[in-house]
């Protein structure tokens, strides 16, 4: 079992995994038909009175997702790198989806500025056992 597996500090942590996993749990039902987790979904909730979050980043494969326990108490995080940028005579591709095919937009034209922001950074598990992960899920 996952909450078994995990040694970090139980009040301080998180679930963390994708929204259709989070939807797969929340779907999940007795033998009488009752469902399991009635706090979960496909933007977070909480799993056994535990914070649940999800995001399209935690991975998903064919076997099904990742559920993640994680302390974040013990997690480091650094910073090594931020770059800001700003546009006013460029051309953007207005499309969640861009493929070149879309319509343009001038930012000179439309007196308007677009920003990129570029950070690098990383993060260390501090403590064994602070991270437990089932993968599979749903």
């Known amino acids: 079992m996952l909450v078994a597996a995990f040694a ?3 009040s301080a942590a998180v679930f963390v995994t994708d929204p259709t996993s989070a939807v797969s749990l929340a779907m999940a039902q007795t033998a009488t038909g009752s469902f399991l987790h009635l706090d979960a979904g496909a933007r ?3 799993l056994l009175g535990i914070p649940l979050i999800t995001t399209n980043d935690s991975p ?3 076997t099904g997702g990742q559920l993640a326990l994680i302390d974040p108490t013990g997690i480091a995080w650094n ?4 770059q800001l940028d ?3 005579a460029a051309s953007l591709e207005m499309s969640d989806s861009p493929s070149g095919a879309s319509e343009q937009v001038s930012l000179f034209q439309t007196n308007s500025a677009a920003w990129r922001v570029i950070i690098r950074a990383n993060f260390e598990n501090q403590r064994t056992g602070g991270v437990a992960v089932l993968t599979g899920v749903m």
Do not use: E, P, Q, W
């Open 44 to 46: 977070g909730g909480s």
């Open 60 to 62: 998903r494969d064919s």
């Open 79 to 82: 910073v090594d790198d931020v």
């Open 86 to 88: 700003v546009a006013k």
């Open 8 to 10: 970090g500090d139980i």
